[in-house]
Protein backbone atom coordinates (compact mmCIF):
# COMPACT_ATOMS: atom_id res chain seq x y z
CA UNK A 1 0.00 0.00 0.00
CA UNK A 2 1.48 3.55 -1.21
CA UNK A 3 1.48 6.67 1.39
CA UNK A 4 -1.42 7.80 -0.04
CA UNK A 5 -3.48 4.64 1.77
CA UNK A 6 -1.97 4.92 4.59
CA UNK A 7 -2.61 8.44 5.26
CA UNK A 8 -6.14 8.10 4.26
CA UNK A 9 -6.34 5.12 6.23
CA UNK A 10 -5.03 7.33 9.27
CA UNK A 11 -7.68 9.90 8.25
CA UNK A 12 -9.99 7.31 8.99
CA UNK A 13 -9.18 6.17 11.97
CA UNK A 14 -9.13 9.82 13.48
CA UNK A 15 -12.58 11.20 12.07
CA UNK A 16 -13.60 8.10 13.92
CA UNK A 17 -11.92 9.03 17.36
CA UNK A 18 -13.08 12.46 16.68
CA UNK A 19 -16.88 11.43 16.71
CA UNK A 20 -16.27 9.41 19.76
CA UNK A 21 -17.43 10.95 23.09
CA UNK A 22 -15.62 9.96 25.77
CA UNK A 23 -18.20 10.91 28.24
CA UNK A 24 -19.50 7.40 27.37
CA UNK A 25 -16.89 5.38 28.75
CA UNK A 26 -15.56 4.24 31.83
CA UNK A 27 -12.77 5.63 33.82
CA UNK A 28 -10.33 2.81 33.13
CA UNK A 29 -11.17 2.97 29.59
CA UNK A 30 -10.60 7.14 29.87
CA UNK A 31 -7.33 6.39 31.40
CA UNK A 32 -6.12 3.72 28.86
CA UNK A 33 -6.75 5.78 26.26
CA UNK A 34 -5.23 8.66 26.89
CA UNK A 35 -2.43 6.87 27.52
CA UNK A 36 -2.70 5.26 24.22
CA UNK A 37 -3.31 8.15 22.43
CA UNK A 38 -0.58 10.22 23.89
CA UNK A 39 1.62 7.65 22.55
CA UNK A 40 0.28 7.71 19.20
CA UNK A 41 0.92 11.13 19.24
CA UNK A 42 4.55 10.70 19.73
CA UNK A 43 4.53 8.16 17.14
CA UNK A 44 2.84 10.45 14.31
CA UNK A 45 5.57 13.01 15.22
CA UNK A 46 8.51 10.49 14.39
CA UNK A 47 6.83 10.14 11.29
CA UNK A 48 6.06 13.79 10.73
CA UNK A 49 10.09 13.99 11.32
CA UNK A 50 11.14 11.64 8.84
CA UNK A 51 8.94 13.06 5.87
CA UNK A 52 10.30 16.30 7.24
CA UNK A 53 13.94 15.15 6.42
CA UNK A 54 12.68 13.99 2.85
CA UNK A 55 11.34 17.09 1.96
CA UNK A 56 14.26 18.92 3.44
CA UNK A 57 16.79 17.00 1.81
CA UNK A 58 14.81 16.99 -1.65
CA UNK A 59 14.43 20.94 -1.06
CA UNK A 60 10.70 20.86 -1.92
CA UNK A 61 9.82 23.80 -0.72
CA UNK A 62 11.14 25.62 -3.73
CA UNK A 63 8.07 24.16 -5.41
CA UNK A 64 6.26 26.56 -3.27
CA UNK A 65 8.27 29.96 -3.71
CA UNK A 66 10.17 29.19 -0.49
CA UNK A 67 13.97 28.74 0.52
CA UNK A 68 13.89 27.33 3.51
CA UNK A 69 12.05 23.84 5.27
CA UNK A 70 11.28 25.91 8.56
CA UNK A 71 9.63 29.15 6.15
CA UNK A 72 7.36 26.76 3.93
CA UNK A 73 5.87 25.21 7.30
CA UNK A 74 5.43 28.77 8.87
CA UNK A 75 3.41 29.19 5.45
CA UNK A 76 1.61 26.09 4.61
CA UNK A 77 1.32 24.21 8.26
CA UNK A 78 0.48 27.70 10.09
CA UNK A 79 3.15 27.04 12.50
CA UNK A 80 4.74 29.70 14.75
CA UNK A 81 8.60 30.22 14.08
CA UNK A 82 9.79 28.15 16.67
CA UNK A 83 7.19 25.30 15.98
CA UNK A 84 8.64 25.08 12.39
CA UNK A 85 11.94 25.00 13.62
CA UNK A 86 11.79 22.53 16.04
CA UNK A 87 9.88 20.39 13.32
CA UNK A 88 13.34 20.93 11.39
CA UNK A 89 15.23 20.54 14.01
CA UNK A 90 13.49 16.74 15.19
CA UNK A 91 14.01 15.78 11.59
CA UNK A 92 17.93 16.54 12.01
CA UNK A 93 18.54 15.04 14.93
CA UNK A 94 16.70 11.98 14.63
CA UNK A 95 18.93 11.30 11.62
CA UNK A 96 22.33 12.19 13.83
CA UNK A 97 20.96 9.53 16.86
CA UNK A 98 19.60 6.39 15.21
CA UNK A 99 18.65 5.17 18.75
CA UNK A 100 16.55 8.41 19.82
CA UNK A 101 14.84 7.96 16.49
CA UNK A 102 13.90 4.11 17.47
CA UNK A 103 12.70 5.29 20.89
CA UNK A 104 10.76 8.10 19.08
CA UNK A 105 9.23 5.82 16.44
CA UNK A 106 8.16 3.61 19.38
CA UNK A 107 6.50 6.41 21.36
CA UNK A 108 9.06 5.85 24.28
CA UNK A 109 9.97 9.80 24.01
CA UNK A 110 7.80 12.88 23.18
CA UNK A 111 8.98 16.08 20.85
CA UNK A 112 9.88 17.64 23.34
CA UNK A 113 12.63 15.47 24.54
CA UNK A 114 13.67 15.16 20.90
CA UNK A 115 13.92 19.14 20.62
CA UNK A 116 15.54 19.31 23.56
CA UNK A 117 18.63 17.17 22.22
CA UNK A 118 18.39 18.63 19.14
CA UNK A 119 19.09 21.79 20.63
CA UNK A 120 22.07 21.01 22.60
CA UNK A 121 23.59 19.48 19.51
CA UNK A 122 23.33 22.98 17.82
CA UNK A 123 25.25 24.13 21.09
CA UNK A 124 27.94 21.92 21.05
CA UNK A 125 28.20 20.22 18.62
CA UNK A 126 27.13 16.75 16.50
CA UNK A 127 29.81 14.78 17.34
CA UNK A 128 29.61 15.63 21.52
CA UNK A 129 25.75 15.07 21.54
CA UNK A 130 26.51 11.83 19.37
CA UNK A 131 29.29 10.37 22.21
CA UNK A 132 26.01 11.18 24.66
CA UNK A 133 23.48 9.36 23.45
CA UNK A 134 23.93 6.05 25.22
CA UNK A 135 23.25 8.50 28.17
CA UNK A 136 20.60 10.79 26.85
CA UNK A 137 18.33 8.39 24.81
CA UNK A 138 17.48 6.11 27.98
CA UNK A 139 17.52 9.42 30.12
CA UNK A 140 14.60 10.85 28.07
CA UNK A 141 12.54 7.18 28.11
CA UNK A 142 12.28 8.03 31.78
CA UNK A 143 12.15 11.37 32.67
CA UNK A 144 10.51 14.23 32.13
CA UNK A 145 11.62 17.55 29.25
CA UNK A 146 12.75 19.72 31.85
CA UNK A 147 14.69 17.09 34.52
CA UNK A 148 16.02 16.09 30.51
CA UNK A 149 16.77 19.86 30.03
CA UNK A 150 19.16 19.84 33.06
CA UNK A 151 21.19 17.09 32.19
CA UNK A 152 21.26 18.47 28.60
CA UNK A 153 22.90 22.25 30.54
CA UNK A 154 25.45 19.80 31.86
CA UNK A 155 26.29 18.69 29.01
CA UNK A 156 26.95 21.73 27.29
CA UNK A 157 28.52 23.25 30.24
CA UNK A 158 31.09 20.71 30.36
CA UNK A 159 31.92 21.12 26.56
CA UNK A 160 32.60 24.65 27.34
CA UNK A 161 34.63 23.98 29.47
CA UNK A 162 36.31 21.12 28.08
CA UNK A 163 39.99 22.88 26.52
CA UNK A 164 40.48 20.33 24.02
CA UNK A 165 38.00 21.45 22.14
CA UNK A 166 39.59 23.53 19.01
CA UNK A 167 38.66 27.36 19.46
CA UNK A 168 37.09 27.10 15.89
CA UNK A 169 34.72 25.00 17.52
CA UNK A 170 34.37 27.11 20.71
CA UNK A 171 33.65 30.28 18.53
CA UNK A 172 30.91 28.55 16.30
CA UNK A 173 28.87 28.32 19.36
CA UNK A 174 29.16 31.93 19.83
CA UNK A 175 25.03 33.87 19.83
CA UNK A 176 22.67 35.60 20.90
CA UNK A 177 18.53 35.91 20.73
CA UNK A 178 16.25 38.16 21.37
CA UNK A 179 12.47 37.20 21.98
CA UNK A 180 9.61 38.34 23.31
CA UNK A 181 7.94 36.65 26.65
CA UNK A 182 4.80 38.29 27.10
CA UNK A 183 5.37 42.63 27.89
CA UNK A 184 9.13 42.23 28.30
CA UNK A 185 11.85 41.04 25.99
CA UNK A 186 14.07 38.04 26.73
CA UNK A 187 17.81 38.29 26.06
CA UNK A 188 20.47 35.08 26.33
CA UNK A 189 23.78 34.46 24.33
CA UNK A 190 27.03 32.84 24.58
CA UNK A 191 30.02 35.38 23.60
CA UNK A 192 33.54 34.54 22.68
CA UNK A 193 36.25 35.97 25.03
CA UNK A 194 37.07 39.31 23.09
CA UNK A 195 32.96 40.29 22.48
CA UNK A 196 32.51 39.25 26.32
CA UNK A 197 34.76 41.40 27.49
CA UNK A 198 33.91 44.54 25.25
CA UNK A 199 30.31 44.26 26.72
CA UNK A 200 31.52 44.19 30.60
CA UNK A 201 33.85 46.94 30.27
CA UNK A 202 31.03 49.11 28.46
CA UNK A 203 28.32 47.78 30.75
CA UNK A 204 30.84 48.98 33.16
CA UNK A 205 31.44 52.77 31.86
CA UNK A 206 27.66 52.92 31.24
CA UNK A 207 26.96 51.60 35.14
CA UNK A 208 28.69 54.33 37.38
CA UNK A 209 28.77 53.60 41.04
CA UNK A 210 25.24 53.45 43.30
CA UNK A 211 24.74 56.22 44.94
CA UNK A 212 22.27 56.79 47.95
CA UNK A 213 18.79 55.91 47.38
CA UNK A 214 19.51 53.75 44.30
CA UNK A 215 17.84 50.53 45.07
CA UNK A 216 18.21 49.15 41.58
CA UNK A 217 19.57 45.23 41.96
CA UNK A 218 22.71 44.34 39.51
CA UNK A 219 20.85 43.23 37.08
CA UNK A 220 18.12 45.59 36.98
CA UNK A 221 21.55 48.60 36.55
CA UNK A 222 23.31 46.12 34.23
CA UNK A 223 19.89 46.33 32.35
CA UNK A 224 19.37 50.27 32.12
CA UNK A 225 23.21 51.06 31.31
CA UNK A 226 22.20 48.63 28.73
CA UNK A 227 19.63 50.48 27.48
CA UNK A 228 21.94 53.71 27.63
CA UNK A 229 23.85 52.11 25.48
CA UNK A 230 21.60 51.58 22.37
CA UNK A 231 20.45 55.09 22.90
CA UNK A 232 23.99 56.56 22.78
CA UNK A 233 24.86 54.62 19.53
CA UNK A 234 21.42 54.96 17.97
CA UNK A 235 21.53 59.04 18.89
CA UNK A 236 25.37 59.32 17.92
CA UNK A 237 24.41 58.41 14.52
CA UNK A 238 26.95 55.36 14.53
CA UNK A 239 24.27 52.73 13.53
CA UNK A 240 24.26 51.04 10.21
CA UNK A 241 21.06 51.76 8.28
CA UNK A 242 18.81 48.82 7.63
CA UNK A 243 16.51 48.48 4.61
CA UNK A 244 18.00 52.01 3.67
CA UNK A 245 16.69 53.16 7.23
CA UNK A 246 18.44 53.86 10.32
CA UNK A 247 17.54 51.97 13.40
CA UNK A 248 14.72 53.50 15.47
CA UNK A 249 11.44 53.19 17.42
CA UNK A 250 8.63 54.09 14.80
CA UNK A 251 5.52 54.89 16.34
CA UNK A 252 2.61 55.24 14.56
CA UNK A 253 -0.47 57.23 16.12
CA UNK A 254 -3.65 59.76 15.20
CA UNK A 255 -2.38 63.28 15.52
CA UNK A 256 -5.31 63.98 18.04
CA UNK A 257 -3.81 61.64 20.55
CA UNK A 258 -0.36 63.18 20.33
CA UNK A 259 -1.80 66.34 20.88
CA UNK A 260 -3.93 65.07 23.73
CA UNK A 261 -0.88 63.24 25.03
CA UNK A 262 1.33 66.36 24.80
CA UNK A 263 -1.24 68.85 25.98
CA UNK A 264 0.41 69.95 29.26
CA UNK A 265 -1.44 73.36 29.88
CA UNK A 266 -4.83 71.61 31.53
CA UNK A 267 -6.91 73.06 28.50
CA UNK A 268 -9.41 70.60 26.63
CA UNK A 269 -8.08 68.66 24.20
CA UNK A 270 -7.01 69.97 20.24
CA UNK A 271 -9.98 70.66 17.77
CA UNK A 272 -10.03 68.96 14.89
CA UNK A 273 -8.68 71.64 12.72
CA UNK A 274 -5.68 71.66 15.56
CA UNK A 275 -5.15 67.58 15.20
CA UNK A 276 -5.27 67.89 11.28
CA UNK A 277 -1.56 69.61 11.84
CA UNK A 278 1.47 67.95 13.39
CA UNK A 279 3.01 70.25 16.61
CA UNK A 280 5.71 72.23 15.72
CA UNK A 281 9.07 72.45 17.14
CA UNK A 282 10.00 68.80 18.51
CA UNK A 283 13.21 68.52 18.94
CA UNK A 284 14.64 66.22 16.51
CA UNK A 285 15.95 62.89 17.91
CA UNK A 286 17.31 59.75 16.24
CA UNK A 287 16.03 57.44 18.35
CA UNK A 288 12.58 57.76 17.99
CA UNK A 289 9.91 58.59 15.10
CA UNK A 290 6.76 59.63 15.80
CA UNK A 291 4.59 59.04 12.22
CA UNK A 292 1.25 60.78 13.33
CA UNK A 293 -1.79 60.35 11.26
CA UNK A 294 -4.56 62.66 11.10
CA UNK A 295 -7.10 59.36 10.88
CA UNK A 296 -10.28 60.45 10.99
CA UNK A 297 -9.35 64.22 10.87
CA UNK A 298 -8.01 63.63 7.60
CA UNK A 299 -9.16 65.18 4.05
CA UNK A 300 -11.08 62.71 1.77
CA UNK A 301 -8.53 61.42 -1.00
CA UNK A 302 -8.90 61.91 -4.67
CA UNK A 303 -7.05 58.67 -5.29
CA UNK A 304 -9.60 55.56 -4.96
CA UNK A 305 -7.48 53.18 -5.27
CA UNK A 306 -5.14 53.87 -2.47
CA UNK A 307 -3.82 50.66 -0.70
CA UNK A 308 -5.24 51.40 2.97
CA UNK A 309 -2.80 50.50 5.45
CA UNK A 310 -4.07 51.99 8.51
CA UNK A 311 -7.80 52.38 9.61
CA UNK A 312 -8.86 54.72 12.12
CA UNK A 313 -11.81 54.59 14.72
CA UNK A 314 -14.71 57.11 14.26
CA UNK A 315 -12.74 58.69 17.12
CA UNK A 316 -9.31 59.14 15.30
CA UNK A 317 -7.68 58.64 18.94
CA UNK A 318 -6.55 54.54 18.79
CA UNK A 319 -3.59 53.33 20.80
CA UNK A 320 0.09 54.16 19.36
CA UNK A 321 1.20 51.66 17.78
CA UNK A 322 5.18 50.88 18.09
CA UNK A 323 7.03 48.48 15.36
CA UNK A 324 7.46 45.02 16.05
CA UNK A 325 5.47 45.14 19.19
CA UNK A 326 2.07 46.56 18.71
CA UNK A 327 -0.19 48.83 20.70
CA UNK A 328 1.29 50.89 23.87
CA UNK A 329 0.16 52.06 26.93
CA UNK A 330 -0.45 56.00 26.84
CA UNK A 331 2.31 56.99 29.53
CA UNK A 332 5.14 55.45 27.06
CA UNK A 333 4.08 56.54 23.82
CA UNK A 334 3.83 60.00 25.64
CA UNK A 335 7.99 59.49 26.03
CA UNK A 336 8.81 58.42 22.91
CA UNK A 337 7.08 60.49 21.18
CA UNK A 338 8.54 63.65 23.27
CA UNK A 339 11.68 64.03 21.36
CA UNK A 340 11.04 62.49 18.28
CA UNK A 341 11.33 63.21 14.91
CA UNK A 342 7.79 63.96 13.42
CA UNK A 343 6.91 62.65 9.90
CA UNK A 344 3.35 63.42 8.91
CA UNK A 345 1.31 60.69 7.08
CA UNK A 346 -1.80 61.82 5.71
CA UNK A 347 -4.50 59.08 5.95
CA UNK A 348 -7.99 58.80 4.99
CA UNK A 349 -10.41 57.53 7.58
CA UNK A 350 -11.76 55.46 5.49
CA UNK A 351 -9.06 53.82 2.93
CA UNK A 352 -5.79 55.35 4.18
CA UNK A 353 -4.51 57.53 1.28
CA UNK A 354 -0.76 57.38 1.69
CA UNK A 355 2.31 59.80 1.28
CA UNK A 356 2.76 60.03 -2.69
CA UNK A 357 6.34 61.22 -4.64
CA UNK A 358 5.13 60.20 -8.16
CA UNK A 359 7.61 59.73 -10.75
CA UNK A 360 10.53 62.21 -8.38
CA UNK A 361 12.44 58.89 -7.50
CA UNK A 362 13.35 55.85 -8.99
CA UNK A 363 14.71 54.35 -5.93
CA UNK A 364 12.53 54.80 -2.08
CA UNK A 365 13.59 57.26 -0.15
CA UNK A 366 13.79 57.07 3.56
CA UNK A 367 10.75 58.87 4.31
CA UNK A 368 8.67 56.81 1.88
CA UNK A 369 10.50 53.60 3.21
CA UNK A 370 8.75 54.68 6.62
CA UNK A 371 5.77 54.67 5.40
CA UNK A 372 5.74 51.79 3.24
CA UNK A 373 6.90 49.28 6.53
CA UNK A 374 4.07 51.17 8.49
CA UNK A 375 1.66 49.35 5.78
CA UNK A 376 3.52 46.25 5.25
CA UNK A 377 5.77 45.40 8.03
CA UNK A 378 6.54 41.91 6.68
CA UNK A 379 7.50 41.03 3.27
CA UNK A 380 3.93 40.38 1.17
CA UNK A 381 4.17 37.67 -0.24
CA UNK A 382 1.40 35.40 1.46
CA UNK A 383 2.96 33.53 4.75
CA UNK A 384 6.35 35.27 4.61
CA UNK A 385 7.43 36.97 7.81
CA UNK A 386 10.45 38.08 6.87
CA UNK A 387 10.58 41.93 8.43
CA UNK A 388 10.55 44.71 6.28
CA UNK A 389 14.13 46.01 7.53
CA UNK A 390 15.32 43.08 5.78
CA UNK A 391 13.24 43.42 2.58
CA UNK A 392 13.46 45.05 -1.00
CA UNK A 393 10.53 47.76 -1.88
CA UNK A 394 9.01 46.52 -5.01
CA UNK A 395 7.44 48.47 -7.79
CA UNK A 396 3.73 46.59 -8.85
CA UNK A 397 4.25 48.68 -12.05
CA UNK A 398 7.59 48.93 -13.54
CA UNK A 399 9.37 52.45 -13.15
CA UNK A 400 10.92 52.68 -16.27
CA UNK A 401 9.43 50.27 -18.42
CA UNK A 402 5.69 51.03 -17.82
CA UNK A 403 5.96 54.69 -16.43
CA UNK A 404 5.32 53.27 -12.36
CA UNK A 405 5.12 55.59 -9.85
CA UNK A 406 7.12 55.61 -6.91
CA UNK A 407 4.22 55.52 -4.34
CA UNK A 408 2.88 53.24 -2.08
CA UNK A 409 -0.19 52.60 -4.06
CA UNK A 410 2.21 51.29 -6.67
CA UNK A 411 5.12 49.70 -4.21
CA UNK A 412 5.17 46.22 -1.96
CA UNK A 413 7.79 45.55 0.61
CA UNK A 414 9.38 41.78 -0.77
CA UNK A 415 12.11 40.08 0.91
CA UNK A 416 14.92 39.20 -1.46
CA UNK A 417 14.15 35.64 -2.03
CA UNK A 418 10.48 36.33 -3.30
CA UNK A 419 11.71 39.71 -5.31
CA UNK A 420 13.96 37.40 -6.89
CA UNK A 421 10.70 35.30 -7.62
CA UNK A 422 9.07 38.14 -9.38
CA UNK A 423 11.57 39.31 -11.56
CA UNK A 424 13.51 36.03 -12.88
CA UNK A 425 11.10 32.69 -12.23
CA UNK A 426 7.95 34.11 -13.75
CA UNK A 427 5.98 34.26 -10.42
CA UNK A 428 3.50 37.38 -10.84
CA UNK A 429 1.22 39.44 -8.20
CA UNK A 430 -1.74 40.92 -8.61
CA UNK A 431 -3.20 43.52 -6.56
CA UNK A 432 -7.00 44.80 -5.56
CA UNK A 433 -7.41 47.95 -5.83
CA UNK A 434 -10.39 48.19 -3.63
CA UNK A 435 -8.89 46.37 -0.95
CA UNK A 436 -5.07 46.37 -1.32
CA UNK A 437 -5.04 42.47 -1.28
CA UNK A 438 -1.34 40.63 -3.04
CA UNK A 439 -2.07 37.55 -4.52
CA UNK A 440 0.47 35.37 -6.58
CA UNK A 441 0.44 33.61 -9.56
CA UNK A 442 2.70 30.57 -10.07
CA UNK A 443 4.66 30.29 -13.56
CA UNK A 444 2.41 27.08 -14.77
CA UNK A 445 -0.75 29.75 -14.68
CA UNK A 446 -1.54 27.92 -11.59
CA UNK A 447 -2.98 30.13 -8.58
CA UNK A 448 -0.97 30.18 -5.72
CA UNK A 449 -2.59 28.20 -2.67
CA UNK A 450 -2.26 30.83 -0.08
CA UNK A 451 -3.05 34.26 0.41
CA UNK A 452 -4.58 36.51 0.11
CA UNK A 453 -1.71 38.74 1.54
CA UNK A 454 -3.58 41.74 3.11
CA UNK A 455 -2.18 45.01 4.58
CA UNK A 456 -1.53 45.90 8.05
CA UNK A 457 -4.87 47.82 9.15
CA UNK A 458 -5.18 49.13 12.81
CA UNK A 459 -1.57 48.55 13.82
CA UNK A 460 -2.25 44.96 13.50
CA UNK A 461 -1.57 42.55 10.30
CA UNK A 462 -4.35 40.85 8.94
CA UNK A 463 -4.27 38.03 6.22
CA UNK A 464 -2.60 35.21 5.70
CA UNK A 465 -5.63 33.08 4.90
CA UNK A 466 -6.79 30.94 2.15
CA UNK A 467 -8.60 33.65 -0.54
CA UNK A 468 -12.21 33.22 -0.68
CA UNK A 469 -13.64 30.61 -3.92
CA UNK A 470 -14.84 33.45 -5.72
CA UNK A 471 -11.78 35.12 -6.49
CA UNK A 472 -10.63 33.34 -9.10
CA UNK A 473 -7.49 32.79 -10.63
CA UNK A 474 -4.22 35.94 -9.78
CA UNK A 475 -2.91 37.94 -12.89
CA UNK A 476 -0.27 39.79 -13.55
CA UNK A 477 -1.40 43.35 -14.35
CA UNK A 478 0.68 45.55 -14.57
CA UNK A 479 3.59 43.26 -15.62
CA UNK A 480 6.27 42.98 -12.39
CA UNK A 481 9.07 45.38 -12.60
Known sequence: M???????????????????????????????????????????????????????????????????????LEAYARLSGPAASARVRAAGVTRLLPKLEAAFVAGEVDAE???????????????VVQDAEDILVPLAKIVDPDTLRSACNYLRDEALRD?????????ARRGVTVSRINDMWHLAGLLDAE??????????????????????????????????????????????TSGGVRPHIGL???????????DHSGRPAASDETAATPPAGAAPSPGADAAPSPGADAAPSSG?????????????????????????????????SCDAILQPLLLHPDNGVPLKLGRAYRNTPPALRRTLAARDPECRWPGCRIPASWCDSHHLREWVRHHGDTDVSNLVILCRYHHVCVHERGWAMDRDPD??????????GRPYELGPSRPKVDGFRRGGGR?????????????PE
Open 435 to 444: TGWITITRPD
Open 304 to 336: ADEVPFFRAPADGNEPAVMDGWGPIPDDLASRL
Open 113 to 127: HVNRIGLTAERVGAD
Open 2 to 72: GADGVVGQLTGVVASMAVLDPETLDDQSVRESVLALLGCANQLDAVIARFTRTFDDRKLFHQDGYNKTTLW
Open 195 to 240: TGTLLREALDAFSPAPIQGDDRSPAQRRHDALADMLNAVMNNGKAP
Open 252 to 262: LMPVRRYVDLH
Open 163 to 171: KSTPPDRQY
Open 467 to 479: PPPDRGTATSDPP
